[in-house]
Each structure stands twice: as C-alpha cells, then as structure tokens.
C-alpha cells in the first residue's frame, strides 16, 4: 500500500472451481502479477461479449493475503445477472478471465488493527468476513473473533465445513441464524438479524468491537444503526453493502 | 426498479475513482459541505446502476450528493462541489 500503483486490467487463468451451495461457486484463479491483498479487498470483474460488450462487476476476496498468489472469489447466481451465471455455470477451469484489482482499503483488516473483531455477514455477504478469518488462522493471529452470519437455510451457508473447523479453534466463534428453514433438532437463532440479536451476539461497547458488516443494504443499515443505538462508535463499524447490482 | 437496487457503497466504486486518481481512494476520508460529517469514502452509498458510466456518492449523514463521477467516451467527469474537502492517505506507514 505505499507508491499508488495503477490499477491494470489483467488476464487470469481459472485453476479450480468449487461448488459451496446450489447457488454459490468459488472459483480460484492465478492472476500473473498479483501484487498481493489485504483481507477484505475486492476485484472488478469484466466481460466482454464477441460484440464488443462489456459487463464490470466487484467481487470481494475469499483467499487470505497467504494464498501465494492464488486469488479465490466466490460469487453468488443472481439469476436476472449478467454476470453472476456465467461465473457460477459456465467458466470452468482453463478459462482465462479478465479482472483488475486489489481494490478497495477501507473495508480490510489487518492484524495491526487489533480487535475483538465483531463479523456480521448476511448471505453472500460472508465472502470478505471470511477472507478477514483465513488471515486471522494463516498468521497465527490470536485476536477474538465472533461471526454472526444469516443465512435462508442450513444449505444457503456458504463454507459451512470451513466454518465448522474455524468456529472450533480458540478464540473464534461462528454463530449461525437461520432465517426461513432450520434442520430438524436446531437449537441456533431462526431470526432475522436486528437489534436484540446483535446485543446478544456482540461484545459490550466497553469492549470497544471493531465491526464489519457486509451484506445486503437493508441488512447493513440495520445492524450498523443497531450497534451505534447500542452504544458502539461509529469510527469502529465498517460496512460494505451490495444489492442487485451484484449480479 | 427501486432506488435501494441502485444502491451499493464507495468499496464498489473505488476501482473507479482509483481509474481517476491512480491511487486507492475508498479509505481516504471527505467532508460533506451540507452538514460537516466525516467518513471514509468507502463508509458512503453510492447510488450506480450495473451499465451506467457513473456513480454518485451521497452522505451516509445527510444524503447530500459529495461526489459525482463519470467514465464518458475518452475522458471522465467529477463533480465535487458536496464535498469540502478529501483526506488522501500518502501511504507513509500510519501515525
């Protein structure tokens, strides 16, 4: 992050794709050039058809700044896109695909910046929250770190293994909230995230909680108000929202 | 199409605002002239439609507009006049 580099459109090659759930595929990618990330930072994505036609979107990082190169997004079907269902059914690997980044220093977070780190991720939401988890496990770092994470339905959570495996390690705790179909005998949250869930979940402000809130509009205005009503600073909550745009 | 569809946040247009600057903008910070506020360019909304060439940035505050971009054939436009004044991180190691 020191000189201003120019950002410069370049041509990756797609390594491996990975389905996470019926909607969701990551897709790891070898970038010639890569000059590494910070967890939480984001690539623009172009396509561009044989007319000429050309489509941009933004993809947040799922690969920790440890990947060796290696840069892994993961990308939800949103099935009016442009983009979305050509990434998620018919890039395969071998594919090369054309993409610019990293972007974005605002919503990353680095070691330095301490914690206790408080995620809330709704849906797709979760991808740069997990990039900011892997980076956490890759370093070896022992800031506390809690997830709060909503998904429709024990098979719209996205890393649900991954998740399982972290949420184990000492200091990091995944709490899921499963918002429109829970699995028979689930004792978790079946609720929207509001207000009460997060003074549940989070830390007390004492505390001082550094926060990242990623998701749909709606649901980042709710819990970043939320957390201010409670008693949060401001300065601390950082927010990425996304809508239909996305697609 | 409601105006929330449009609306996502300055991380999403920080690529184009880096096109422009040649430099990493979403954590410089701004000052809305309408009412004082400070924030980080990339803790704004920003209202862009998936083809259109531009995005405005309105105060996460007040929802004055701070910051008008454009990609147009051959050159960009930016609009300023919302905002007092931007903070742009030199990339020296922080404070």
Redesign the interface.
């Known amino acids: ?4 580099k ?2 410069r459109w370049a041509l990756a090659d797609v390594v491996e794709t990975n389905v996470e759930t019926p909607r969701v595929r990551s897709i790891a990618l070898d970038v010639p050039g890569w000059p590494g990330h910070l967890a939480g930072q ?1 690539v ?1 994505v172009r396509l561009t058809a044989e007319d000429g036609y050309q ?4 993809y947040s990082i799922a690969s920790p700044p440890e990947a060796n190169g290696r840069v892994t997004i993961t990308v939800e079907r949103l099935d009016d896109g ?1 983009v979305s269902p050509y990434l998620t059914d018919e890039l395969h690997q071998g594919d090369k695909l054309e993409l ?2 990293p ?6 977070w680095r070691g330095e910046l301490g914690g206790p780190v408080l995620l809330v991720a709704g849906g797709s939401g979760v991808v740069p929250l997990m990039a900011i988890l892997r980076h956490r496990a890759a370093t070896g770092d022992a800031t506390p770190m809690r997830l709060l994470y909503s998904s429709r339905s024990a098979e719209d959570v996205i890393y649900r293994a991954e998740l399982d495996r972290l949420g184990a390690s000492p200091g990091v705790e995944i709490v899921h909230t499963l918002t429109r179909s829970q699995p028979p005998g689930w004792t978790g949250y079946a609720r929207r995230i509001d207000r009460g869930l997060i003074a549940e979940v989070a830390w007390p402000p004492a505390d001082r909680p550094l926060a990242y809130v990623c998701g749909p ?2 649901l980042v205005e709710a819990v970043a108000e939320g957390l201010v009503e409670l008693g949060h600073e401001p300065e601390r909550i ?10 | 199409m409601e105006t929330d569809d449009l609306r996502v946040d300055g991380n999403a247009v920080a690529g184009l605002l880096d096109e422009v600057f040649g430099r990493e903008l979403s954590a410089a910070r701004a000052r809305c002239d309408g009412c004082g506020a400070v924030a980080e360019l990339g803790a704004h909304p920003v209202y862009a439609a998936p083809q259109a060439m531009g995005a405005v940035l309105r105060c996460r505050s007040c929802d004055s507009v701070m910051l008008v971009a454009v990609h147009g054939p051959g050159r960009y436009w930016l609009g300023l006049t919302g905002s007092t004044w931007l903070e742009i991180p030199d990339g020296s190691p922080l404070h």
């Open positions: 992050m020191n000189a201003p120019p950002l984001h623009d489509a941009q979107r933004s442009e610019r980044g972007v974005g220093g605002y919503f990353v509009t709606r950082r927010t990425e929202r996304f809508g239909p745009t996305g697609g």
